[in-house]
């Protein structure tokens, strides 16, 4: 038996039925992740590299314009990608990181509450990136927003690392790899 927590259904549920893989994360939800991984490591590299700046702003556009997709397709998406199914209230969050302190976390079939603000925070984050660096291409702002603009991308790149700690983690704690998961798209779970 498995405790599966399921966001659409609103409720948790203890299944007799076995856990199998399921289609989760759609290509266009894989898509942009590994785009964004590409995208931040390449304009986090390129940024004090004068003669690669047209590089970095390309990677950091390119980040914008992967968020406004990502924007559309979690409101309209499929079920997994739908802000709708991981984005949780506050009381959520503090639960299943108890669960997940306790050794036993709870197991979502799409991303589990953590994992939905870490998004949430990085989709934020990027806006800020992309207008920033949009100020300082322009020469709109001063020298204070290279500042804000640098302190962005050390902020990003901390809440990935914390990302890229979390999976694994969870990935140990709940017995599945999630980053193959998020290659495939196909996580343990119930056809509902």
Not at 105 to 114: D, E, V
């Amino acid at each position: 038996m498995m405790k599966d927590n399921d966001a659409a259904s609103g409720t948790d549920a203890i299944s007799a039925r076995q856990p199998h893989l399921i289609q989760v994360w759609d290509l266009p939800v894989r898509l942009f992740h590994w785009l964004m991984v590409i995208s931040f490591t390449g304009a986090y590299l390129t940024a004090e590299m004068e003669d690669w700046r047209l590089v970095h702003v390309i990677f950091g556009y390119s980040m914008a314009a992967l968020v406004g997709f990502r924007l559309l397709w979690g409101c309209f998406g499929s079920r997994y990608a739908r802000f709708s199914s991981f984005v949780r209230g506050p009381g959520a969050i503090i639960a299943y990181l108890r669960s997940l302190a306790a050794g036993r976390p709870l197991h979502y079939t799409g991303h589990n509450p953590a994992g939905g603000l870490a998004i949430l925070l990085m989709l934020l984050l990027t806006i800020a990136l992309a207008v920033t660096g949009w100020l300082l291409y322009t020469e709109r702002a001063g020298d204070w927003m290279e500042e804000v603009h640098e302190s962005l991308a050390n902020l990003m790149l901390g809440l990935v690392i914390l990302h890229v700690v979390s999976v694994l983690i969870s990935s140990w704690l709940h017995h599945e790899n999630l980053v193959r998961a998020m290659i495939t798209g196909r996580k343990r779970g119930h056809d509902d």
